[in-house]
């Protein structure tokens, strides 16, 4: 008899043991890894997606930006909205792409030089 009584004893604790395993442990886990990945995904490709959008615009508009920003009547603003206006309506693409590379050396040189970071 008692070994009968060691194996109901040894049967409960098994019972119990097994009521305690979640058996979708590995699902949950799984589920939430792929929850936390779909974010970093999605946020990545809005990040991609914003800074495409910045290296879009055009770099004597940037320029424009700033220093209209700062005084609508100085000189660097009055030259540079000329520049840019010359940039998005020449005629010939080789001109306009020579005017956008210009502009794009004045925000590299202010970055360097004057440690001016134009938005």
């Known amino acids: 008899m008692g070994e009968l009584e060691d194996l109901d004893k040894d049967l409960s604790v098994l019972k119990q043991e097994a009521d305690n395993i979640d058996p979708y442990r590995y699902q949950k886990r799984r589920r939430m890894i792929y929850a936390i990945l779909t974010g970093a995904g999605l946020a990545g490709l809005s990040f991609l997606a914003l800074e495409m959008v910045k290296q879009t615009r055009n770099p004597c508009e940037r320029v424009v930006n700033y220093f209209c920003a700062q005084d609508k009547a100085s000189l660097n603003c009055q030259t540079y909205l000329s520049v840019f206006d010359e940039s998005e309506h020449d005629t010939s693409p080789a001109m306009r792409g020579e005017l956008r590379a210009q ?17």
């Open 103 to 119: 502009c794009d050396t004045k925000i590299k040189r202010m970055l360097e030089e004057e440690q001016i970071k134009i938005p």
